[in-house]
């Protein structure tokens, strides 16, 4: 079992930035690819973006495009995301989930292992 916890999440104005970190416990980390997912009241998990085990291949979602961006340090266990021009629709629990293989997946249930999460409140 692979335990992640994430910290960063915060109260920030609409426009401004936070980044995110889930710290990975394992000696596998690197083996499997990483996703960030959010979840906003009322609302199912939603697909953020994923990071392939060797931080070569990434994919967003059309919505944070430009603004976010994942990344991973395999030597210290740790995926971070940082969110820039952050929106009120951004306002959400980030989840940080690892993969079951060396690349990702779109659905919650191609991740094994999950953050308890972190929220982000984007205020207007």
């Known amino acids: 079992q692979v335990q992640l916890v994430e910290s960063g999440g915060g109260l920030v104005q609409a426009g401004g930035s936070l980044r995110l970190s889930c710290a990975a416990s394992g000696r596998t980390f690197s083996s499997y690819g990483m996703g960030w997912f959010r979840q906003a009241p009322g609302k199912e998990r939603e697909f953020v973006t994923a990071i392939s085990w060797n931080g070569r291949s990434t994919y967003y979602t059309d919505s944070v495009k430009g603004r976010f961006t994942i990344s991973r340090d395999n030597a210290k266990n740790t995926v971070y995301l940082q969110m820039n021009s952050l929106k009120p629709e951004d306002t959400a629990v980030y989840y940080c989930?690892?993969?079951?293989?060396?690349?990702?997946?779109?659905?919650?249930?191609?991740?094994?292992?999950w953050g308890q999460g972190t929220q982000v409140t984007v205020s207007s």
């Open positions: 989930a690892a993969g079951i293989g060396a690349y990702y997946g779109f659905g919650p249930d191609e991740y094994a292992s």
